[in-house]
């Protein structure tokens, strides 16, 4: 009698964990004797952990998974009588339903020993095998590898076993066991942080593109991608660590403390000594210390984010803002450029060629007179009309135009434009800078704003040149690239590549003047550029963000994802990723560009390799 009493409290303790399994729902609650359970209703998979002293990193390996249970170190029949029933009514629901229990082999194993049938599961396990062997150890001194042992026990040796395989069958289930090297660690238990990064993500990706290959064949699972397989829910204290990272990001410009404030006494003085002396910059006073920023930027605890693609985006945005800092103290000194080049990753022979193709194949035109010229108020009409368009798409859209005195270039800050008070500009440039500040930057402002995190409005590491090559490539989707925009560009990187080279600022500015025919004052100011802060090559990127995006589209690469937010080509798969686990959304809002009549046209021309040249 107290057996079935007993029984019938379990039983009641399960059902009600398990009372709403619905479609598009998530089961999370701790369970008894420290065990926890994340289970995702659509997901036809379940990674099995067993508590254990003296296992570190095992169990992350395990909460990498979209549904986990974690079994406690007591009361195992609880567990086993709760993962049968979770086996038995998702198996229901699927038509099948694959488990797989993760442990730690011995502490000098670098073998991977994935046990299954595998005559049952001849795709998935080969996939598996093939994917872990090439997990990257050898330049870390590890060789890995990994086999397929055919057995019944599913389960570290001396553990109870979950399932018979005949109950198992009965259930409508399948498990895999598998034995991970715990290279991960050393010999007293302490993980290596870095390597286990590495080492998380691709375990995560191997056995997701494994499981995938089961829940394609053998359930009726609507999943299309692998990446689906991943976690499908952010935790807060990821939001926690997003929040702080964008507020200390956002206690500096970055790029408005390296502008020098006394450029028209410089370009003046420049001018007058006939291009032959240049006088030092000056900077703002640093409204922050560095120091204290890189403090706080390296207390957040992103080592302990378990989701392997949001880890990656978030140590990579660390990496970046300290490169920053680092680059705030050291301006005006040689030490800048040398961590200049390093932020912005040098300079591409590819791109050095476009550059000199533009120059020889285009010749600086003087402007027409005849042009049609607008002063601010009108081009800030402009920009409203374009912001009522994507209020059409979205009436919470609530950017502004701000005409300010005290605005120098016209920028997009926070979504929102600033214009100078006494700007001018031709129709047709206006038409083109339209849709480079508003239809590219305030746009992708915007949709990064609609995701879970502010990294996607701010910028993940490295950002800048997508969204410049997508801002160019605007202008020539809405008819408003020119040859001098386009000269221009090409001008920055051959400035880039003098500097690279060791050639001064006179050097450069001749160079620009004589050698590509620029006006003074175009080559002052792109050289000027490229010498604040003690060597900036960040200008290159324009160009280079062109020609990778044009590399993307003739491969096959579609425009309109790219919009979704402020992020690197090197982040598609991972954006892919978020997506496909419904953790990031599709663009909300669509440039006017893409309603255009001649757009597919325009598209197919530069599918088929247009020259940049041929853009104008």
């Known amino acids: 009698m107290e057996v079935s009493t007993e029984e019938n409290i379990q039983s009641k303790k399960i059902d009600k964990i398990l009372r709403d399994l619905e479609p598009g729902g998530r089961t999370v609650c701790p369970l008894p004797h420290d065990g926890h359970l994340f289970l995702e209703h659509d997901v036809p998979s379940l990674f099995i952990y067993r508590k254990r002293e003296n296992d570190t990193g095992t169990l992350r390996l395990a909460r990498t998974g979209a549904s986990y249970l974690i079994i406690g170190e007591s009361d195992f029949s609880f567990f086993q ?32 020993v994935i046990k299954g049938p595998p005559h049952k599961l001849p795709v998935s396990l080969d996939v598996l095998k093939e994917s872990l062997a090439t997990i990257e150890s050898r330049k ?4 890995l590898s990994a086999r397929i042992e055919q057995t019944k026990t599913r389960q570290k040796p001396e553990s109870t076993e979950l399932f018979t395989i005949e109950s198992l069958r009965e259930l409508g289930g399948t498990q895999i066991g598998l034995e991970v090297p715990p290279v991960y660690r050393n010999e007293n238990g302490d993980i290596y942080p870095i390597y286990f990064r590495k080492f998380r993500e691709q375990f995560a990706d191997s056995l997701q ?14 999943l299309a991608h692998f990446n689906a397989l991943g976690k499908r829910e952010i935790h807060k204290e990821v939001f926690k660590i997003d929040r702080q990272m964008a507020e200390i990001q956002s206690s500096y410009q970055f790029l408005l403390l390296l502008a020098p404030v006394n450029i028209q006494q410089l370009r003046e003085k420049f001018f007058e000594s006939d291009f032959k002396t240049i006088d030092y910059y000056h900077y703002r006073l640093l409204p922050v210390d560095p120091d204290i920023l890189k403090r706080r930027l390296y207390n957040l605890r992103i080592d302990e984010i378990d989701d392997p693609a949001l880890s990656y985006i978030f140590d990579e945005k660390r990496e970046e803002i300290d490169h920053q800092l680092t680059m705030l103290k050291e301006r005006g000194s040689e030490n800048f450029f040398y961590s200049s080049i390093r932020l912005y990753k040098g300079l591409e022979k590819k791109v ?34 374009e912001f009522d368009f994507f209020k059409q798409q979205d009436s919470n859209f609530t950017s502004k135009v701000h005409i300010r005195d005290d605005v120098n270039i016209m920028m997009v800050s926070n979504g929102e434009l600033y214009l100078p008070g006494d700007y001018t500009l031709s129709r047709k440039e206006a038409k083109a800078l339209i849709q480079h500040e508003v239809g590219t930057h305030a746009l992708t402002y915007y949709n990064g704003r609609q995701q879970p995190l502010h990294q996607m409005a701010i910028g993940l590491a490295d950002y800048d040149a997508l969204q410049e090559g997508i801002a160019v490539l605007s202008e020539y989707l809405i008819g408003g690239l020119s040859g001098n925009r386009l000269r221009t560009l090409a001008g920055r990187v051959v400035a880039g590549h003098a500097l690279l080279e060791g050639q001064n600022f006179t050097e450069v500015f001749h160079m620009l003047y004589s050698r590509y025919g620029f006006s003074k004052e175009y080559a002052f100011n792109i050289t000027s ?9 960040k200008d290159i990127i324009y160009l280079k963000g062109l020609v990778h995006l044009r590399e993307y589209l003739i491969e096959g690469g579609e425009l309109e994802p790219l919009l979704a937010g402020k992020f690197a080509l090197k982040h598609l798969d991972v954006i892919k990723d978020l997506t496909d686990r419904e953790l990031l959304i599709p663009p909300k809002l669509k440039p006017r560009y893409l309603f ?10 530069i599918t088929q390799g247009l020259a940049l040249s041929k853009m104008i």
């Open 352 to 385: 050095l060629s476009e550059a000199e193709l533009i120059l020889q194949a285009i010749d600086h035109q003087e402007p027409d007179e005849r042009d049609d010229m607008i002063d601010v108020h009108e081009f800030a009409a402009m920009a409203r009309k």
């Open 529 to 537: 550029r490229m010498f604040q802060g003690g060597g900036f090559i």
């Open 81 to 112: 009588a709760l993962l049968h029933e979770i086996t038995e009514r998702m198996a229901d629901r699927f038509g099948s339903y694959i488990l797989v229990e993760l442990y730690s082999g011995e502490e000098d194993s670098t073998e991977f």
């Open 596 to 605: 255009e009549d001649d757009y597919e046209e325009k598209m197919k021309k």
């Open 209 to 222: 593109r494994a499981i995938f290959e089961f829940i394609r064949v053998q359930t009726s699972s609507p």
């Open 140 to 143: 870390f001194g590890v060789e």
